[in-house]
């Protein structure tokens, strides 16, 4: 029953601050999905914001037998957005982030509300930055006293395994032209493994991977490696791919950090399953 009651103050939670939101929302019957991400407009079921990774089934219904013998509790039932004059926003999906932040989607733009100024900041300053080198949702609003910021949504489609070619490869292009304009423009910032393991949040779980890191040659450790600033979380929710004009935009995430070149690429290639050497040939 932990388990239940875990959920349903979390849900509890979400439901309070949604109807703090109600503003930013379009009129409608709205559901959860399982894990209590997001929150969605039932007439958006087939968006594909809603990707595989979230069940949209109705997952209160498993406790509500044992809560209520077959009648169901408030937070149980779907939400309803009523109409209202003066609305802030179109939203039909709200997408509750781990760092707090909150992304609600219209059929044209993406309000983000940033759970503090620091994330704040950081948005504008990595979307200053990355707009550069790759192609991101266009930033087209932002008001620094409510830290909220307004994108241009990217109208993607679900990706295919016919797609995968196309959408690798435009990822290693992108990556390979910011590591050659990086290496003319300026001087990476250089690390050894020592350092790593004096600074890292992760050298916490250093004990776990002892046996791998017995077999490393001692001398890597003080080998000076390039890092700069990279994604950090490439994976398919991130990366939107649009027809037909093949375009393929990235989000950025809160993850974006100092990291060794080959980081994000690893991570991608981790979540597709595939290999670059196709696209090395």
């Given at each position: ?60 219904q498993k406790w509500s037998l044992p ?42 733009e993406t309000l983000i509300i940033c ?6 900041l950081n948005k504008i300053e990595n ?155």
């Open positions: 029953m932990d388990k239940l009651n875990q959920y349903v103050q979390e849900k509890k939670a979400k439901i309070k601050k949604v109807r703090q939101l109600e503003r930013y929302l379009a009129c409608g019957t709205y559901e959860f999905d399982k894990e209590l991400r997001v929150l969605f407009n039932k007439k958006e079921s087939n968006s594909p914001i809603l990707d595989s990774s979230f069940d949209i089934h109705d997952f209160d809560l209520t013998k077959g009648k169901l509790k408030s937070w149980q039932k779907p939400l309803k957005i009523k109409k209202e004059k003066h609305k802030l926003f179109q939203g039909n999906i709200i997408w509750f982030c781990s760092n707090g932040d909150i992304k609600i989607f219209s059929k044209t759970n503090n100024k620091e994330n704040y979307y200053t930055y990355f707009s550069r080198f790759f192609k991101l949702p266009e930033l087209v609003y932002q008001d620094d006293n409510k830290y909220q910021l307004i994108e241009k949504y990217i109208n993607f489609q679900r990706q295919s395994h016919q797609d995968n070619p196309f959408i690798l490869k435009s990822i290693y292009d992108d990556y390979t032209n910011y590591f050659s304009t990086i290496n003319r423009e300026s001087q990476p910032a250089y690390y050894t493994l020592n350092d790593l393991l004096k600074t890292s949040s992760n050298a916490i779980h250093v004990e776990r991977f002892k046996h791998i890191v017995n077999n490393i040659d001692t001398q890597l450790f003080e080998a000076e490696f390039p890092f700069i600033k990279l994604h950090g979380d490439l994976w398919t929710a991130n990366i939107l791919y649009k027809c037909p004009h093949r375009d393929v935009h990235f989000c950025l995430s809160k993850h974006v950090h100092f990291r060794s070149k080959c980081t994000s690429l690893f991570m991608c290639m981790n979540n597709y399953n595939l290999t670059w050497r196709p696209l090395l040939a």
